[in-house]
C-alpha cells in the first residue's frame, strides 16, 4: 500500500501537501548507524532458485466450502455486464476510499470500498484505535483475537468500507529488522495461522470482506518495488524488486502456512505482494497464485494486487490476479497516468482473444461472491464522505469518476469499544522482568516519569511520522491511525497517583535527561519508582536501522537507573527490541506494551498497580545483540544488473526461535515468554489418538476445500495437561505446546515447533486441565518428492510448557509405523 510514499522518495515530482506526511524514520533515531550491508550471494555458485514454473489455466470458482448460493447470484450479476464494465470492475479507480471499484447503478451495485487497515480505519475520524497485530498476537488470546477482529470491522462497515486490507500473515518476521512486522501477527507460522483465522472470521462475521495480505514471502521493505527510469514514465526499469528465493519445504511450513489458516476461514481476498518470488513478480507468479493458492489451498476469492504491485495485464491475470488496485489512474513510479494494464488494454484483450471470456468472468464472479455471501447487497452503509479527503492514496484532485455521498459525514462509529481496547491493551502488554517486588506498585508516594514516550502527542494526533514527543500507540504509513484521544502514561498514571496523594515528577525531553541530567531537578528524596517510557518507530516502505529503542533510550535509561534503585521500563515498539539496560541492577522490571492503541495509558495503569494480572508473552524472541539474528535484510547491492536483488531465503525453516534452537544460542528472553504477579506449574502431559492408532503416513486425498485437503485438517491426537496457580494471586495461564519431531524428518527440522497454546483462567492455589488437540498438519512435514504433507515414522516428542525453552512435562507419541 501506499504507492506514494514509495515514488515519491524517487522523486519530488509530485509532493501534494495532503502526502507530504509520509517520511522515513529520521537519521536522528539512529545517529551514525547504516544499514548492515549484506553481500548478494554469488549466483554463479549457488542457483538452485530464480525459477517459478508456469502453471495455466487459472483455476476457476466453484464457491465450495458454503458459498455455492452466494456464487450463484455472483453468476448472475455478471451475465448482466457489459464487456467494459467488467473490465473496470477488475481495475480499481481513485475515489474516497484507498481502493475504488466504480458503482454500476443500472444494476444497484454500489461499488466497492477498499480501506486500511489492520488496526483502525486509516481514514477514520471518530474512529476507535485498536491494539496492533503484534499486540494481539502478543496475548495469546483467542477470543481476544475475535473481539478485536469483529469490533474493528463493525467501524469499517459503519464507514462504508466493504474490504478490510488486513490482516497480515506476510512479513511474517524472518527478519526483525522488517518495518512493518507490527502489523501483522508473530514470528511463527502456528500463531500467525490462529490470528489470521479469528481475525478472518470475525471481520466476515461482521460483515466486511477481509484480505489476507501479502501473499506471499515479504519480508523486506527495502526494494520491495523496482526502481525505475526517471524519464520513461517508470515503465523502464533500473532495477526490478527484490526477489525472494525460498525453497519449497520453507515456504509451506513457514510462509504459507497461515495463508492455508487464511483460506481455510474463507477470506474473501487475498492481496499479492510486491516482491518477486523465485524471480517473477508476485502478482504474476502463475505456480503461487494458480498452483499453490486457488489449487492446493482451494483459494474461492479473488486476487488484488498490492497498490502499484502489478506490472502486466495479460501474464498477471493468466497467472491468476483478478483484480488491480489502485487500477486505472495509476502511478507508475513517479508520474500519475491514466494508463492501466487492466481498465480499456483488458477490454481489448478480451476483444482480440488473447484473454478469454471465460477467465474474466471468472474474475468477477471472485470479486462478486463474497459481496453476495456477506450480504453486502443489502442495507450496506454508505461511504463517509469524510474518508474521501484524508485518503493520501487517491487525492480529490485525481479523481475522474463523480462520486457522490449520501447519509451522515463524519459518523461516530466507536460505541463502547474503548472499555475494550483497554482490556486488550492489559492482555497484550509482557512483563518481561519483575525484580525485588517491584510491581504491582503499593501506593508509591514519590513517582517519577521519564521518557519522551510517557506524555502526549503534541504534533497533532494523527501523524505519519516519527514524533519526538508524545506516546507511540501506532506506528507509520498505510497501518497508522487518527486518534480521537489517546490515554498518555502520564496521564493515567497522575490520575492513579492521585488517588494516593502521590508526587509525580514529569521528565519528558530524552536530550535534556541525557545532557543535563534530572537529579538537580527532582524533589531531593529518593524516588519510590522511576517509570521510564521508551518508543520505536517503524513503518511500511522503510526497514529498521536499529534494533534499539529510538531517541538515545538507552542512555535515558542509563541516566535514569543511575539515580532510582527502582527503575520499571516501559516500551511503546514495532517488536524486537536489544535490551542492553535489562541487566542493570537497578531496572528492577521490564513491561513491552508494544503498540496498544488509543488505551496505552489506562491500560498499563491496570498492570502496574495489579488491577490485572499480566499474561502476555513474547511472539518472537528477544536476543542479546543484534549480531545473535539471523537472516539479515537484503539491504544494498552494489551492481547495476535489473535482476540484481535477490534475497537468498537460505536459513530455510531457521526463522525466529527455530534458529536459536536449533544453534543452541543463548537468548535474553525467549519466544512464548512472559511474567505473570503469580506462578505457575504444569504437570501430567499425557495424549490420546483420536480415532486409530496407526495413521497413514500421507493424508487421504479428499476433494480440495478452502484450506486444502480437509483431510489436513483432521484432529489425530488430543494431549491434556494439568496447570496450577501455585502462587497467590488469580491470573490467566498460556500454556504452550511444542513438537519435536523424529529423526527420520528429512535435515533442517527445527528442534521444537509451536502446535498448541491456550488462556486459562486459574485462581490462586488451583488446577485446570488444558487441552491441545493437533490436527493431521501439525505433525506433518512437507514433503518435497511427494508434493504433500507426510507424517514421518518413529518417536514424536511433545513440550508442555510455559515458553520455547521452559517445558515442564514432556511426552511422546507415534502415528506412522
Ligand atoms: C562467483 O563464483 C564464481 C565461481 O566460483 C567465481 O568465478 C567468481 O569470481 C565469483 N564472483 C564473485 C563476485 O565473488
Ligand atoms: C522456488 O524455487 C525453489 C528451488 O528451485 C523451489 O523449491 C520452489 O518450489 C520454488 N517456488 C516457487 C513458488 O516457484
Ligand atoms: C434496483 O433497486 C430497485 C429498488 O429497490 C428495484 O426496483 C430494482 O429492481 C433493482 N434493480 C436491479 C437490477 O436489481
Ligand atoms: C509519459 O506519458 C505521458 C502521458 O501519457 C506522455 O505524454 C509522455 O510522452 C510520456 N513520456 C515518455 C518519456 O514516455
Ligand atoms: C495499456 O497499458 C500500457 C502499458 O502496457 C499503458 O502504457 C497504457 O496507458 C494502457 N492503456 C490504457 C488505455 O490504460
Ligand atoms: C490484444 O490486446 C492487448 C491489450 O491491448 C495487447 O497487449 C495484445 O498485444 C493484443 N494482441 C493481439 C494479438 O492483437
Ligand atoms: C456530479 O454530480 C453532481 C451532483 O449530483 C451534479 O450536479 C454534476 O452535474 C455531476 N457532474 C458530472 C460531470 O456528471
Ligand atoms: C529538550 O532539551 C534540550 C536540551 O536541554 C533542548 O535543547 C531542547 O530545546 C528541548 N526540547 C524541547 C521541545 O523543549
Ligand atoms: C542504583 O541507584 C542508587 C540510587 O537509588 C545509586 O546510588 C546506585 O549507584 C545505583 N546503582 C547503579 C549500578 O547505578
Ligand atoms: C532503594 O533504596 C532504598 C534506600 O536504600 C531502599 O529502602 C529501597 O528498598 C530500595 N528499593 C529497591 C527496589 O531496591
Ligand atoms: C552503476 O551505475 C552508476 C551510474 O551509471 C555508475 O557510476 C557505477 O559505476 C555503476 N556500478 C557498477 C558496479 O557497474
Ligand atoms: C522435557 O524435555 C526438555 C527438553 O528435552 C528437558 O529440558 C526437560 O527437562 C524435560 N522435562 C521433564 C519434566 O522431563
Known sequence: MKVLTDAMLLSGLLLAPSVSGSTGQTPIDHPGKPFSYVQPRNTSILTPYGHSPA??????????????????????????????????????????????????????????????????????????????????????????????GYALAEEHKAKGSHVILGPIAGPLGRSPYDGRTWEGFAADPYLTGV??????????????????????????????????????????????????????????EIYMWPFANAARARVASFMCSYNRLNGSHACQNSYALNHLLKGELGFQGYVMSD????????????????????????????????????????????????????????MIVRIMTPYFWLGQDKDYPSVDASVGPLNVDSPLYTWLYNWTFTGPTNRDVRGNHSEMIREHGAASTVLLKNERNALPLRKPRNIVVAGNDAGPITQGSAIHSNYEFGVLANSGSSGSCRFSYISTPLDAITARARKDG???????????????????????????????????????????????????????????????????????????????????????AILAAHYPGEEAGNSLVDLLYGDVNPSAKLPYVIAYNESDYNAPLTTDV????????QSWFD????????????????????????????????????????????????????????????????????????????????????????????????????PSQLRGFDKVWVPAGETKTVTFDLMRRDVSYWDVVAQDWRIPTGQFTFHAGFSSRDFRANTTASFVR
Request: glycine residues 8%; charged residues 15%; aromatic residues 10%.
Open 55 to 148: 502453471v495455466h489455466p487459472s483455476p476457476k470458482t466453484s464457491g465450495k466450502g458454503g458459498w455455492e448460493h452466494a456464487l450463484a447470484q455472483a453468476k448472475e450479476f455478471v451475465e448482466k455486464l457489459t464487456l467494459e464494465e467488467k473490465s473496470w470492475m477488475a481495475t480499481g479507480q481513485p475515489g474516497p476510499c484507498v481502493g475504488n471499484v466504480l458503482p454500476i447503478p443500472r444494476l444497484n451495485f454500489t461499488g466497492l470500498c477498499l480501506q486500511n487497515g489492520p488496526q483502525c480505519i486509516e481514514e477514520g475520524t471518530y474512529s476507535s484505535v485498536f491494539i496492533s497485530g503484534v499486540s494481539a498476537a502478543a496475548s495469546w488470546d483467542r477470543k481476544l483475537l475475535y473481539d478485536r
Open 195 to 252: 490470528c489470521m483465522e479469528e481475525t478472518i472470521t470475525a471481520m466476515q462475521d461482521a460483515g466486511v470482506q477481509a484480505n489476507a495480505k501479502h501473499f506471499i514471502a515479504n519480508e523486506q521493505e527495502t526494494q520491495r518495488n523496482p526502481t525505475y527510469a526517471p524519464d520513461a514514465n517508470a515503465t523502464t526499469y533500473i532495477q526490478d524488486s527484490v526477489s525472494s528465493n525460498v525453497d519449497d519445504r520453507t515456504l509451506h
Open 307 to 362: 497498490w502499484g504491485a502489478t506490472h502486466s495485464g495479460v501474464a498477471s491475470i493468466e497467472s491468476g490476479m483478478d483484480m488491480t488496485m489502485p487500477g486505472g489512474f495509476t502511478l507508475y513510479g513517479e508520474m500519475w497516468t491514466e494508463g492501466s494494464y487492466f481498465g480499456k488494454n483488458l477490454t481489448a484483450a478480451v476483444e482480440n482473444g488473447t484473454v478469454s471470456t471465460d477467465r474474466l468472468d471468472d
Open 502 to 588: 502521590a508526587l509525580v515528577q514529569t521528565f519528558l525531553n530524552n536530550t535534556q535527561i541525557t545532557e543535563e541530567g534530572m537529579t538537580s531537578l527532582w524533589n531531593p528524596e529518593l524516588p519510590d519508582v522511576c517509570l521510564v517510557f521508551l518508543k520505536a518507530w517503524s513503518e511500511e516502505n522503510v526497514d529498521r536501522r536499529s534494533l534499539d529503542l529510538d531517541w538515545n533510550a538507552n542512555a535515558v535509561v542509563a541516566e535514569v537507573a543511575k539515580n532510582c534503585n527502582n527503575t520499571i521500563v516501559v516500551t511503546h515498539s514495532t517488536g524486537v527490541n536489544v535490551m542492553p539496560f535489562a541487566d542493570h541492577p537497578n531496572v528492577t
Open 638 to 645: 552494489l551492481t547495476n544488473g535489473t535482476y540484481d536483488w
Open 651 to 750: 536459513e530455510k525453516l531457521e526463522v525466529g526461535y527455530r534458529y536459536f534452537d536449533a544453534h543452541n544460542l543463548p537468548v535474553r528472553y525467549e519466544f512464548g515468554f512472559g511474567l505473570s504477579y503469580t506462578t505457575f506449574d504444569l504437570a501430567s502431559l499425557t495424549g490420546k489418538a483420536v480415532a486409530t492408532a496407526n495413521l497413514s503416513a500421507l493424508p487421504a486425498q479428499r476433494p480440495i476445500q478452502p484450506g486444502g485437503n480437509p483431510a489436513l485438517w483432521e484432529k489425530v491426537f488430543t494431549l491434556t495437561a494439568v496447570v496450577t496457580n501455585t502462587g497467590t494471586v488469580d491470573g490467566h495461564a498460556i500454556p504452550q505446546l511444542y513438537v519435536a519431531f523424529p529423526k527420520s524428518t528429512p535435515a533442517g527440522t527445527p
